[in-house]
């Protein structure tokens, strides 16, 4: 019985960005196939699947027994946008089928994370920003904010990727494409203005420079990687029309996030270093893995799509410090859950007393 509470009460509590896990382990397996680390990839593969499955059943399960912990997620700035990880964990699963020729299976991913995108993105900003009550919103927000720029790029990505393996729809793949690419790179702006009024006009303490914030480079990547995408995409009126401005703007995009690599480790020493706030893990620490291992692809993409070989041999070897980031944290993760349960009985234990 105290172990079903305990249970039951991780379940209520379940971060809505633990999806992030299904993204890191994901983009790092896509790392891998480009660097002709095949056997590796396919392991990931595989994890990123199960880990995909397990978390959609664990989600759907607190949709149902916890319905008010939802709604209360879906109401708070500084956690709703983490919702956006689903949509982007599933175009990146898709992504990384659709490389072993799985484009069935693909495709029906890019619906899922297509219609799961459209509804989010007008559902969350109306429950977490202009519904709420407390004023002003900017306060709250964060890098999380930046996951509703992931997730439609990640559909950009995806339809990219697809274009070429079918014969039927091609057009419509690369409206798509250019689509969700063009409204993730305005969300981008939106977003950048957002986060940091929040930081010029509030308080940062070191509490608040939480793992997320890395999510404003592996925004950045993810654009580079859909721009890359598309310019290799076959020829399409929206392709055509789009090629030459998606390609400088991709360029534009890796410069800046390369630029903010170096600030967001000096904020990690800053908030662990200097005032000495453990680095434990949690599920936000996937928001490090995830950037880290977009950036190694979107280097090796952009490089291969533009004949950028400096960028490209950045991205490859940025692809090895993603796999060890990776590493880290999924072993982490495994003591973390390991040891959960013992502390969950012995709470539950004093708790009876």
Known sequence: MPETRASNEQLRTLNPGYFALVMGTGIVSVAMQNQHAYALSVALLWLTAIAYVVL?????????????????DLSD???????????????????????????VAALVLLAVGSLAWLVLGYVIPWTAVLGQARRPVVQYANGTWFIWVVASQSIAVLAAGLEPAVSDGRRELALLAVFSW???????????????????????????????????????????????????????????VTRGLIAGTAVVFWAFGT?????????????????????????????????????????HYLGQADHLPIVQAIGDGESWVALVAWAMTFAAMLVHLTRSPSRSRRASALASR
Request: aromatic fraction near 14%; charge should be neutral.
């Open 56 to 72: 959609l059943t664990l989600y759907l399960w607190r949709v149902i027994a916890f319905r008010a912990a939802v709604a209360a």
């Open 77 to 103: 700035p500084a956690r709703a946008f983490g919702y956006f990880t689903f949509v982007a964990a599933t175009d990146v699963l898709g992504t990384r089928l659709a490389i072993d020729q799985h484009y």
């Open 182 to 240: 063009s409204v993730g790179v305005f969300l981008y702006a939106a977003a950048g203005i957002f986060v940091s009024t929040r930081m010029l006009f509030y308080p940062l303490r070191p509490d608040d420079l939480t793992p997320p914030y890395w999510v404003s480079m592996g925004a950045t990547a993810i654009t580079v990687v859909a721009g890359a995408r598309i310019v290799e995409m076959a020829d399409a009126p929206m392709v055509d």
């Open 259 to 299: 630029w903010l690599i170096p600030a967001l480790i000096a904020a990690g020493i800053w908030r662990h270093v200097v005032h000495h706030i453990p680095l434990r893990y949690d599920a936000p620490l996937w928001s490090i893995v995830f950037p880290l291992g977009m950036y190694s692809v979107g280097g």
